[in-house]
């Protein structure tokens, strides 16, 4: 069994993660960390989350800030769902041991540090850190995350948009002139637990936000190797992302290329499902799948493809077990979808 | 024209105050204010109610808690929207000039101060202002209203509550041995405006709360004259309470008696509709009308009647103007309904 | 393996009942039947429901309704998830076979065929079967159950209603002149899959419906042997039943009895959980449990106690299959929570 | 007053014309029409829709479509809110009296009689009626409505679209060489007042639709005078359209000049409000507004526009009242905003 403990446990990726680790067949989840500040500590996960009693009785414990190395050596494998600038800080001390580090964090994504700087607020420090690094984007690397001792796993609105648009930038079928334009909904729950205007039930209502400014924009453009136009929305819903992709394809591409370019990408793939129709977000919601379906008109070569994602599994806490499952040589979908 | 003010108008309540009075045409919105601390201050009431923008294009003030008194003085009516502490505090130097209150926090609603006590965490200090307030319930007590200086403005439940049950109570309908059962659901923005996890978007879903406790099962039974069980539920949706309630009617009672006592009390009243079906939320949502619908099985002798409003308006800045109209002499439903 | 079949598999609950059977270590679903005349005949069930790509494969095939015994005789066992009148008339055929019959619909609930004709609206011909059907409430008959050739399953608002009153009736807790008065809120898809007015989107808002006339009340009555005033009501969200049930207790209860009527009853059940505050929907949605949580107010004897189910689970196929896995000797969680 | 009937009056965008009919204070709304077919003939709108008791009080009676030229004659205006097939079948009937016709469905909103055929299924057989039929588009076709006869309402998606590209259009501002990429979000009301399986509450979430193949596309096309991409999205929640547009803009171009094309084009505008953040859903359902708000990335020469109304107001019933303001020389927003 892999010894594992959850750093950042009490909020929704984190309880998210929690679950799914609690029923995995390989996977002993040991221990739940939340900071050492927070009120939550000292209480069971459950008693935050009413519908893991039965499920997940662990008790989340203050974590040792000054003592994250020896903490992180008594482990297989560690998740940290934590901020961004805390994973940044402390992942020198826990990569000092022999737990594989998964960071749900943005602080391990972007290799361009001037970027990172620009979008995340602070200078990163930590260079041969984040050299080496794996994008956990568990569909594309599975060589490289299954050797990897850090695996920064994707943000929700990139992982819904590179498993939409990689097959078809890998099949040479993008116009270069023409940007491809995302248009993504999320749920509040990618927000995070928190007590936020921005985020109470009254004020939530369709509406774009970080237009022309989101960080997952340049974290998108870079895992794809070309400039995308990303627009995130906030939707009144709990769970979900959908992201619907226009894109101009190169000229003479027709329908066979584009079904072949997915075929070939995800034909085999537990986890992404080509889709008859258009997805919705409540098929996907509650599942570790990306759900994929996409129409071309090639009289105009403009293509739209949809992708529906569960923000916090598939977006978050299962694409981070399907990294572990690679990680320690298991099925990739082991504990994400019935068998 | 009636002078107006609305003190603590950046909560849903003032901003329905502000909407409500901004297309009186009797009333005149001169000042809107904001607790001096608020972060709101100087900002247009638009800017944090994008709906609002052409409108009510008037800014938040920050309030000068010292002179109150002056501040009164200078208009006919003053709306508070405020905290039931700050209500309390305030009014001994609000009610000295010449300004009608119109309070619709809770703090001179319940007269027995000991009560009072027990449900709002704090001693009443002003037994005389208590003495004099009048219970803005506006479709029972219009003869006091329209003499009042100082109105309490009932909370949402009871006004949905006693709208419903006092027609029954008057005709001495009520058995005598069995307690009314009132659950109510409330929408969301009953909580008010501000950052709370509870009332954040992905932990609301219907949930009771506040069993056999409630602060306004003691203000509906004194206002009834009765015992009641109430249990108030928050719902998922923005606008609206339903309560739906259970009653044994007195020994005999037949559904005529039923239909006469709420035809008598509310049959040429414009802002209570009896319904010819069960009332649903989203008919009163957005609305100034109590929607009221009722069976008895003469069998069993239990009758069950629903009543919904719009929590922020008839259960409270409707209900609000309501009194202010009759106060000041004008229609009661002016400018609450289309005429 | 238990080889099964469902019949009337295209609805909400028959899709719920397919995906769990699908997961279960010990049976094998091998069929799905919907109506010959159906348009669903030919098609996946996954076609209906997108979630459930990669998850449940089987085609709806078309029922022979002329051949009903020799068809129940392939299969250990068969779920109805049809119509009331269909489970009818079908049942004195499909119980010649061998196999355990499981009737989701209300056909063989009430043993009273006068009351049964008055709130079904066709009177029931099988006397002998209706005799012999076993009540389904797995948490309370698993003797009854684990021998029953036939087990008419409760529906969803019974389950919940039952699940909190019936520690109490046992424990002689409840006052016998007072009617538990019980006001429930189901998710819409309790009124199945279908196109329907009252189930379309902008109509639906929280409504009372059925009010003292809907066919639970005397279902509950019936089992908990007592009278009771049950009020249902629509509400604005997909799935799940919030019961919250006011009772008059005995004299002289305090709350020790009743958190040990409780105790007593569901300690060890995994099936029910004892919470340690109000459930809430979404604590229950899309899992097997029932929850419960109670409040005494000693001085006036009033009691609340509110229990939350997810309708289409355990109020329809998780307890179906929990009577399965009672009738064919496995755990009763079996496939419904993790272990 | 204006002599006014509805035609169609039942449906959704019929119901919110009569209740804005009902209160505009220089018509007067004498009859409300549904086909002789409907089982609504004969009842009150109010017992369809309960929000309207006390608002709206008419009958809804049988349509004699043999006698359509008289009826239309004895009206200064009639607005129909009927099925496209059916407007195109009576118009020649309808304007053959002295009414003027405002059309809210789809038959005389495309002049390319071709393309008309290939989006709405049948052949267009009045070609003088399309050929004189004025689109609409009240906050851009002012001159024309003043005097037309037969007004073809635009459908909501346009509006929402044109109403945010137009401006950029009459500047010059757009890439020729880039299609404007539409992705829209439409309640569920859009989808009118019936029931279908698409539409039940259940089965309702956020969902792509119509790709690269819906009606409005051509109908946005042929009135901004450039191609589009549009993908239409069904959003869960009842009323309300957000559409969140996409251009790449003319080299050059800066924000100034956006601004100043937004300015020119609606600055005085009491019905479209140029926002100081993006707009939400929220905030214009239930009004007659259309909000705009917009961000250019001068960098890569990409606007994101998003534009918000509500479907059934701005989108269908305050339009058209809008329109019907202007044909009768009222200010255009005369009962459509507070004033």
Request: glycine share 8%; aromatic share 8%.
């Amino acid at each position: 069994m892999i010894k594992t403990a959850i750093i950042g446990a009490s909020g929704y990726t984190g309880a998210e993660l929690a679950r799914l680790l609690a029923q995995h067949p390989q996977f002993s989840l040991c221990d739940l960390f939340v900071s050492a500040q927070s009120q939550d500590a000292g209480k069971k996960l459950s008693e935050l989350y009413g519908r893991l009693q039965g499920e997940v009785e662990l008790v989340l414990q203050p974590l040792a800030e000054d003592a994250l190395g020896t903490l992180a050596d008594n482990y297989d494998a560690v998740f940290l769902a934590t901020p961004h600038q805390a994973s940044h800080d402390w992942m020198p001390q826990l990569t000092a041991g022999r737990a594989v580090i998964f960071d749900l964090s943005g602080a391990f994504r972007l290799k361009d540090k001037q970027v990172f700087e620009q979008y995340y607020g602070f200078g990163h420090q930590h260079s041969a850190l984040l050299d080496n690094a794996v994008y956990g984007l568990a569909d594309w690397h599975q060589q490289a995350i299954s050797t990897a001792s850090l695996i920064a796993v994707p943000g929700c609105y990139p992982t819904a948009s590179l498993t939409a648009l990689k097959p078809l930038q890998q099949a040479g079928l993008l116009d270069s002139q023409h940007w491809p334009v995302i248009n993504a909904v999320s749920g509040v729950s990618g927000a995070g637990r928190k007590a936020t205007l921005n985020s109470s039930f009254c004020e939530v209502s369709l509406q774009p936000y970080g237009v022309l400014g989101h960080r997952h924009q340049p974290e998108i453009s870079a895992e794809l190797g070309a400039p995308v136009i990303f627009t995130p929305h906030l939707g009144n819903f709990k769970r979900g992302i959908l992201a619907t992709i226009t894109v101009k394809v190169a000229p003479g591409t027709d329908t066979e290329q584009v079904d072949k370019a997915y075929q070939q990408a995800y034909g085999n793939n537990p986890l992404v499902r080509l889709r008859q129709s258009w997805p919705k977000i409540d098929e996907v919601a509650g599942s570790c799948y990306c759900d994929l379906f996409w129409k071309l008109d090639p009289d105009s070569g403009y293509l739209v493809v949809a992708s529906a994602i569960d923000n916090l599994l598939k977006g978050a806490a299962a694409q981070a077990l399907q990294c572990a499952n690679l990680r320690f040589n298991f099925q990739p979908q082991t504990a994400l979808v019935q068998e």
